[in-house]
């Protein structure tokens, strides 16, 4: 959430930018797809040998190789590996800086320049050789290709500078870029140059080279400045002056807050649509690190439009919450949020001399009052909690919240409360033991 001058966290501080150029930012699919591209790598480098081909990639080599194109489609499909040449990474360089997209340019260099002589590296070191070495009646179109089959390092290039290129794309243009990748990959197989294999581990080290360029120097993000949100409010009905945002943001939500003493402002939260978080890959990581249980990851706008009802069933139940003033999407769907502005830090960044019993028992009476209510909040973290000058403690970002929450679900939020405190140390000591702030699950 936010402090009186924007200072506080954002609840998110796995989203935190650190030595990255403005507008930049790491994302922790990366680190899956790079160590997934590894493994990919590794398990095919492992399955084959330089003397033997397996019967099943032999039929999958033959499926493609034997397919009877018209003889016309043969400029098309030259046309198209020539993206899996080194060649192509200075044009697409080029067409990067025509564009103004200077770190796309250092990207492809970095990424897909690199791999390419890697690739000539795996090739020397695994020493397996072209399909017409391993097979007979293979089919070659075009010259022959001399020299070691694995890895492809046409592949290799082709998906490098695929996946360096998709955060500066368009959804649209993504599925473009990923469409060549993948024609590349199997036009190798159809002119009778590489195997399955070659393809594949050749797409994998691709892929691993675009992801760790990703991860070390970043990716562009999509955060709307404050112009565009002041729009998107004026829009809405909603008028404000100055926008300033929250730092740290979080990895998908741009935070900001308006208004000052004596005035307290609205708290705008835009959750943008990046990719990067929708994708399979990404999603199926989240779901298996959560050991199954739900994730909250539908459009932004249905995602702040679940906070804003979690938060006005918390309101109801007699949670002290912020008000909700405006749910709406706009730009290419990213979903707004507008709720009232509270002042005062979290219970992370609260002074030592700030800390009590008192407030201690008032943040367990306001989570009894959600449990009452059949909610479970399920982030219950000193980021989550605001202190307002008065010392009561506010319950924000409700946006992994469950309504009807079950008896399991409140217990979860009762142990991590009590994480919580216990780890704020000697500022809270005696408050789990006051008299009168039990406030067991409403089910006992």
């Not at 955060?223 to 565009?228: D, I, L, N, Q, Y």
């Amino acid at each position: 959430m936010t402090t009186g001058d924007g200072v506080s966290t954002t609840g998110k501080r796995r989203g935190r930018r650190w030595l990255l150029a403005e507008g930049y930012s790491r994302h922790p699919g990366d680190v899956i797809r790079l160590v997934l591209g590894i493994v990919v790598l590794l398990l095919t480098t492992s399955a084959i040998h330089k003397d033997f081909l397996g019967s099943r990639e032999a039929a999958v080599f033959r499926l493609v190789n034997d397919l009877a194109l018209p003889d016309w489609t043969w400029p098309g499909v030259w046309l198209v590996m020539q993206l899996g040449v080194i060649g192509a990474v200075p044009l697409v360089a080029v067409i990067a800086l025509a564009t103004r997209h200077l770190r796309l340019a250092l990207d492809a260099v970095l990424a897909a320049g690199s791999i390419y002589l890697i690739a000539k590296v795996i090739k020397e070191f695994v020493q397996r050789g072209r399909p017409d070495s391993l097979l007979d009646d293979v089919h070659v179109l075009g010259e022959p290709s001399g020299g070691l089959g694995y890895v492809s390092g046409h592949s290799a290039v082709a998906v490098a500078l695929a996946t360096v290129a998709s955060p500066y794309l368009g959804r649209r243009a993504r599925r473009i870029a990923w469409a060549l990748a993948a024609a590349v990959c199997i036009s190798r197989m159809y002119v009778g140059a590489h195997l399955p294999y070659d393809v594949l581990g050749g797409a994998a080290l691709g892929w691993a080279a675009g992801a760790l360029v990703h991860l070390v120097l970043g990716a562009p993000d999509s955060r709307p400045s404050a112009g565009r949100v002041r729009a998107a409010l004026q829009a809405g009905g909603l008028r404000v002056g100055e926008l300033r945002p929250v730092q740290p943001q979080a990895s998908r939500s741009t935070r900001f807050v308006s208004g000052g003493d004596p005035d307290p402002g609205i708290f705008v939260k835009v959750v943008v649509r990046e990719w990067r978080d929708t994708d399979l890959i990404y999603r199926a990581w989240r779901w298996v690190r959560r050991a199954g249980h739900p994730v909250r990851q539908g459009t932004p706008a249905h995602e702040v439009e679940h906070e804003a009802l979690m938060a006005m069933l918390a309101r109801a139940a007699g949670v002290r919450a912020p008000q909700v003033s405006l749910v709406t999407s706009f730009g290419n769907g990213a979903g707004l949020l507008v709720e009232d502005r509270i002042d005062g830090p979290t219970l992370a960044g609260l002074p030592p001399d700030q800390m009590n019993d008192s407030l201690a028992g008032d943040l367990r009476r306001q989570v009894a009052a959600l449990h009452r209510g059949r909610l479970a909040h399920q982030d219950l973290t000193g980021d989550n909690i605001i202190v307002d000058g008065d010392g009561r403690a506010w319950l924000v970002d409700f946006d992994q919240a469950v309504a009807g929450a079950g008896d399991a679900l409140t217990a979860r939020d009762q142990q991590a409360l009590n994480a919580m405190l216990a780890d704020l140390g000697g500022r809270v000591a005696g408050a789990a033991d006051r008299p009168g702030l039990d406030t067991a699950s409403p089910s006992s």
